[in-house]
């Protein structure tokens, strides 16, 4: 990954992928939105972005993934500082550089963690002087999964998923995460969730993240964690991509202590016993055939965080 910024007077921000460990959907509310009760962890797979001051907007990918974002203003980075130039009257436009190392419309919010770099960054290029509580506040503005990547770490989240409470967690998890050749959109996702507990009749109560995946990260012990993992969008997901159940099950039997789709899918997370666990299990899923690529990451992580200054 390439951390100098491409322009003079870049200001670059580092900022992680995330994965649910637990999230539990509820009713859908009258806005439209689940709500939620979920888990987050930061986990070592990153984007870095980079804003320069230029004369009109412009996004320029590079990176692993750089092929498959948009470089319009649909590009949610480019929202994020159109929203703090507009909130705070900055009659500037910017280069917007993104390094594209998060899996793209993978379930790991790649999208919002380039929001929420592009917050910390135009903060820092513009000498906002923004505090947390302001960042949170235009990170929710701009989507449910935007806040927890300014936060980093572990993370409780309910609302839409952007309330954060911190978590007591110890000790660090190694994960893989496999990834399928085509993605999943979360409203497709959502619906189809829906569509199921609908034609089940299901009773959806209020979601609530459960004492045994609490206990587990207090403990640090990843064999409780993997019994804990949870994802309620699961079947859908299964559903709309039915070769992810396999993929989901080949993990586990090959030793991985828990799989789980990560979000709204398709990423499969699959959390082991150790880094050496992690490339043994990389190993056998490779051979498998069932996913297009595969990384190894570790979490928690920080969250977005300043790299490159125009000072350094
Ligand atoms: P989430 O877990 O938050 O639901 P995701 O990880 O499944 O999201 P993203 O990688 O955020 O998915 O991408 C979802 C869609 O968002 C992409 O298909 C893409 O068109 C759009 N998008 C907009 N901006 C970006 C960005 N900076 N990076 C990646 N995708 C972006």
């Known amino acids: 990954?390439?951390?100098?910024?491409t322009l003079p007077g870049?200001?670059?921000?580092?900022?992680?992928?995330?994965?649910?460990?637990?999230?539990?959907?509820?009713?859908?509310?009258?806005?439209?939105?689940?709500s939620l009760a979920t888990?987050?962890?930061?986990?070592?797979?990153?984007?870095?972005v980079s804003v320069a001051r230029w004369d009109d907007w412009q996004v320029v990918p590079t990176g692993t993934y750089k092929s498959l974002i948009p470089t319009d203003g649909d590009n949610l980075a480019v929202r994020a500082a159109r929203l703090v130039a507009e909130r705070w009257s900055v009659d500037e436009a910017l280069s917007i550089r993104i390094d594209k190392d998060i899996p793209v419309a993978g379930g790991m919010a790649g999208g919002s963690a380039d929001a929420a770099a592009t917050l910390v960054a135009c903060d820092q290029l513009w000498g906002l002087g923004l505090d947390r509580d302001d960042l949170a506040e235009l990170a929710g503005m701009l989507g449910s999964d935007v806040p927890f990547p300014l936060a980093g770490g572990n993370a409780m989240g309910s609302g839409r998923g952007e309330q954060l409470a911190p978590?007591?967690?110890r000790g660090t998890f190694h994960w893989v995460f496999a990834i399928s050749d085509t993605g999943l959109s979360t409203p497709e996702v959502y619906a189809e969730c829906d569509r199921l507990r609908e034609r089940d009749g299901v009773e959806v109560p209020e979601p609530h993240v459960s004492p045994e995946l609490m206990a587990a990260l207090r403990s640090g012990d990843p064999a409780a964690l993997g019994a804990a993992l949870h994802n309620d969008l699961e079947p859908a997901a299964f559903s709309l991509r039915p070769r992810l159940r396999e993929l989901r099950d080949a993990g586990v039997e090959f030793g991985a202590l828990g799989g789980i789709v990560s979000g709204s899918g398709p990423t499969v997370a699959f959390l082991t016993e150790s880094h050496e666990a992690a490339l043994d299990l990389s190993v056998s899923l490779a051979a498998?055939?069932?996913?297009r690529d595969l990384r190894r990451a570790k979490g928690p992580v920080h969250g977005a965080h300043v790299v490159a200054t125009p000072r350094d």
């Not at 990954?1 to 910024?5: D, N, S």
């Not at 870049?10 to 439209?32: I, Y």
């Open 288 to 291: 498998s055939d069932l996913c």
């Open 167 to 169: 978590v007591l967690a």
């Open 10 to 34: 870049a200001v670059t921000v580092r900022v992680p992928a995330k994965v649910n460990l637990e999230l539990r959907v509820g009713p859908r509310r009258p806005d439209g939105y689940h």
């Open 39 to 48: 888990v987050y962890q930061a986990v070592s797979l990153h984007d870095e």
């Open 1 to 5: 990954m390439t951390v100098a910024p």
